[in-house]
C-alpha cells in the first residue's frame, strides 16, 4: 500500500529558531501534497496544498512566510516553520495524492512541534 | 469555506450498544470520507463514499452517503473497547492539477467502556 513518511515525529525548539518537517512518499509519486495543523482536542485544520514543481497555496490567514513549503520533487515535501513561537506548537500532518491513488489520499503519521 | 459540521462531539458508551456519528453540510461534495485517529498518530482512512445514497459496510461499521452528496453518517454495532478513538469525516472538492482537497469535520471522539 501507499505509504507517507513524515520526520520527524516529534521536535522541541527554542522560541525564534527554525524547523523542517519532511513528508515522504515512499513508493508512489505525489503530484499533490497538504500540510494540516491540529491542535489538541481539535480537528485538522488545512494550513496549504502544494503541488510538485509549483508554489504552494496557503489558506486564509496562514502566514506563508512564516510556513515555507518546498515540494521540488514527486516524493518529497517540507514545512519549515521559522523564527518558531510558542503559539506555533501543534502537530503538523501532510498528507499526499496521486495518480498511483487515483488521487485518494494518505497522511504520515505526524510531527509533534513543541516551541520552548 | 465548505464547513463540515460533525455531531457528536464527544461520546461515551458501554461495550455491545450501538451508536452514529453525523456529519452534515449545505455544500455537495465530490465524495467524503471517514477516518479514524489515534492520539499523535495521523488519519486512517476508514472508507470513502463517492455516489449519493451509497451505503458502504466494513465489518460492524455502517457508512452512508446522503442523496444529495451533502451529509454522511458512520453507524457501529455493537461497540466493542477497540472502536474507542477520534472518528473523522472529511469532504473533497477539487482543487485542481488533478487532486482533491478535503476539509475535516471537527471529529467525535467516541470511548467504549468495557
Known amino acids: 500500500g501507499a505509504v507517507v513518511s513524515q520526520h520527524p515525529s516529534w521536535v522541541i525548539c527554542k522560541s525564534g529558531t527554525s524547523v523542517k518537517i519532511e513528508c515522504r512518499s515512499l513508493d508512489f509519486q505525489a503530484t499533490t501534497m497538504f500540510w494540516y495543523r491540529q491542535f489538541p482536542k481539535q480537528s485538522l485544520m488545512l494550513m496549504a496544498t502544494s503541488n510538485e514543481g509549483s508554489k504552494a497555496t496557503y489558506e486564509q490567514g496562514v502566514e506563508k512566510d512564516k510556513f515555507l513549503i518546498n515540494h521540488a520533487s514527486l516524493t518529497l515535501s517540507t514545512l519549515t516553520v521559522t523564527s518558531a513561537h510558542p503559539e506555533d506548537s501543534s502537530f503538523y500532518i501532510c498528507s499526499a495524492s496521486g495518480r498511483h491513488l487515483n488521487y485518494g489520499y494518505t497522511f504520515g503519521s505526524g510531527t509533534r512541534l513543541t516551541v520552548v | ?114
Open chain 2, 1 to 114: 469555506t465548505q464547513l463540515l459540521e460533525q455531531s457528536p462531539q464527544f461520546l461515551s458508551i458501554q461495550e455491545g450498544e450501538n451508536l452514529t456519528v453525523y456529519c452534515n453540510s449545505s455544500s455537495v461534495f465530490s465524495s467524503l470520507q471517514w477516518y479514524r485517529q489515534e492520539p499523535g498518530e495521523g488519519p486512517v482512512l476508514l472508507v470513502t463514499v463517492v455516489t449519493g445514497g451509497e451505503v458502504k459496510k466494513l465489518k460492524r461499521l455502517t457508512f452512508q452517503f446522503g442523496d444529495a452528496r451533502k451529509d454522511s453518517s458512520l453507524h457501529i454495532t455493537a461497540a466493542q473497547p477497540g472502536d474507542t478513538g477520534l472518528y473523522l469525516c472529511a469532504g473533497a472538492r477539487n482543487s485542481g492539477a488533478g487532486s482533491y482537497q478535503l476539509t475535516f469535520g471537527k471529529g467525535t471522539k467516541l470511548s467504549v467502556i468495557p
